[in-house]
């Protein structure tokens, strides 16, 4: 069965500590790993989309890297704005088929 | 331009009622996703169409749930005969089907509440 792990489940950091997230992934095989924001109560926001071990992708204070089982998504000098959900998806067949989620990591940056 | 609009965003039910919601995708993407969010999870997969059909259903949870999408843009999630475990957020997704693989984007989701 296809898993995705997120750790921490919550991160606290102070405005301008940066640190690291982890997706780690447990699948049949790979076809995209997408990282997405969510803020409370509205939908996810599309971040990055990464397809192979090696590649690394940027915005702003964000760089989302990919290896054959995990992923991580760097923070560099965060914000209190960056305070959100970040979800980690899958997906493991060709086309436009679903993805499968994590449970997210809960991120809160203090100024 | 416009993103992916659900209606409503908050639904208040009794158990045993019949609810609709409703998903319009971005002009111009051709699959739609729904999926299903509970409080301090990711979302999960419902069901999926490509155009008018459904490509994917198995991640409905029992025969109560059902959706359509007739004209392969607006989609509908219909659920009879609700029960308070239904309570989720659901989340609606379209995307391109121009390249092989594309990003979903995500509506902000309808708060279904059963009690």
């Known amino acids: 069965e296809d898993q995705v792990t997120q750790s921490p489940e919550a991160l606290r950091l102070q405005e301008g500590e940066s640190s690291s997230l982890n997706c780690s992934y447990t699948v049949s095989g790979l076809r995209g790993l997408f990282w997405y924001r969510q803020d409370p109560g509205k939908g996810p926001e599309f971040l990055f989309t990464l397809y192979s071990a090696g590649e690394e992708k940027e915005k702003e204070r964000l760089k989302a890297t990919l290896t054959k089982k995990e992923s991580f998504l760097h923070i560099t000098a965060p914000k209190p704005e960056d305070s959100a959900t970040y979800l980690c998806?899958?997906?493991?067949?060709?086309?436009?088929?679903?993805?499968?989620f994590g449970k997210g990591t809960r991120l809160s940056v203090i100024a | 331009g416009a993103g992916v609009s659900q209606t409503p965003s908050n639904k208040v039910t009794e158990k045993g009622k019949y609810v609709e919601l409703r998903c319009d995708p971005i002009s111009g993407h051709t699959a739609l996703y729904w999926y299903r969010q509970s409080l301090g999870q990711g979302p999960e997969f419902l069901i999926y169409f490509q155009g008018t059909g459904a490509a994917d259903d198995s991640g409905l949870p029992n025969d109560r749930f059902f959706a359509v999408r007739p004209e392969g843009s607006v989609s509908t999630l219909k659920i009879q005969r609700t029960e308070r475990g239904d309570s989720a957020v659901y989340l609606c997704a379209s995307s391109f089907s121009g390249r092989t693989y594309n990003e979903q984007f995500f509506g902000p989701g309808t708060r279904l509440t059963v009690l």
């Open positions: 998806a899958v997906r493991t067949t060709s086309g436009n088929t679903p993805l499968v």
